[in-house]
T-cell receptor, first 116, second 109 residues
């Protein structure tokens, strides 16, 4: 299957700082990327959907000013957690899909964010 | 609203067979996925069904009945490494993935 690379896999940051997470599709052009967060023992929670070249669509309850998503190219999307707080500590996962008519979404490896 | 239901947790014995059910109510249907997720890792793709019937892939099989809004994942010859969460997800009419909460499968020796 296609490969989606997410970086970093783990990050620890101080409260109040910002963290950027990258999601790259390595062998296909991802017109749509999804960002999820997952708390322990809970299912994936969709945060936002981003289409290349346009603004991300955020799910209800997700602060767009806190979770900045950029999808500037067909192979790269970034999620920046701004002014991180301990409650933002979570497992963040991206997935990418080649196009609307394509079905399977390929997942990145995930990023474990710990805010201290 | 859109809804995916699957059991929260199941327990099975090594070498046995287990069936994980998933029922769904979504706005449109463009296929159903099963993913496996080990603790602390991202989900990995297991199967995709868009037509009714059974798809077999090694020890894993997935079944779909669109008229009943129902799918199951069948795992045979269970191994300890199969202990994981199994996520059911439906692609709706807008090609958005609607996720179930996942079923935690515990395998006992």
């Amino acid at each position: 299957g296609a490969v989606v690379s997410q970086h970093p896999s783990r990050v620890i940051c101080k409260s109040g700082t910002s963290v950027k997470i990258e999601c790259r599709s390595l062998d296909f052009q991802a017109t749509t990327m999804f960002w999820y967060r997952q708390f322990p023992k809970q299912s994936l929670m969709l945060m936002a959907t981003s289409n290349e070249g346009s603004k991300a669509t955020y799910e209800q309850g997700v602060e767009k000013d806190k979770f900045l998503i950029n999808h500037a190219s067909l192979t790269l999307s970034t999620l920046t957690v701004t002014s991180a707080h301990p409650e933002d500590s979570s497992f963040y996962i991206c997935s990418a899909r080649e196009g609307r008519g394509h079905t399977e979404a390929f997942f990145g490896q995930g990023t474990r964010l710990t805010v201290v | 609203g859109q809804n995916i239901d699957q059991p929260t947790e199941m327990t099975a014995t090594e070498g046995a067979i287990v069936q994980i059910n998933c029922t769904y109510q979504t706005s449109g249907f463009n296929g159903l996925f099963w993913y496996q997720q080990h603790a602390g890792e991202a989900p990995t793709f297991l199967s995709y069904n868009v037509l009714d019937g059974l798809e077999e892939k090694g020890r894993f099989s997935s079944f779909l009945s669109r008229s009943k809004g129902y799918s199951y994942l069948l795992l045979k010859e269970l191994q300890m490494k199969d202990s994981a969460s199994y996520l059911c997800a439906v692609l709706d009419s807008n090609y958005q993935l609607i996720w179930g909460a996942g079923t935690k499968l515990i395998i006992k020796p």
